[in-house]
């Protein structure tokens, strides 16, 4: 089973330093968020090539203005410590997350070749 690591302060640079990273911005308060934190788990176990982290925005706020994390829910894409791609909408939909992410990793699949 694919496991979703906790993002702190400290952490969030080293968990997104290497490979790609799919970064959850998330609040406790933020209905969507938590609707789609599910969704976020299965993106982990269907794609062994993603690391996922969550980052809790409420205990990160300084991480999330550095990030121009401007609403939650916020899904930030990585590669190799560097910010590739990102969706923000507070009314995301599991099927558009989908449909955002499979655009983006085939996008960078392409850019590899």
Known sequence: MASVAEATRET?????????VLVDVWGPDCRPCVALGTHVEGIAE????????????????????????RGLP????????????RISH???????????????????HAEEE
């Open 12 to 20: 969030f640079d080293e968990l997104v330093a290497t490979g790609l």
């Open 46 to 69: 269907s794609h062994p090539e993603l690391a996922v982290v969550k980052l809790d925005a409420s205990k990160a706020r300084r991480l999330c203005i550095a990030h121009q994390v």
């Open 90 to 108: 507070p009314g995301l939909q599991p099927a558009q997350l989908d449909r955002w992410l499979a655009t983006e990793l085939g996008r960078l």
């Open 74 to 85: 916020t899904l930030l894409l990585f590669r190799d410590g560097r910010e590739v791609a």
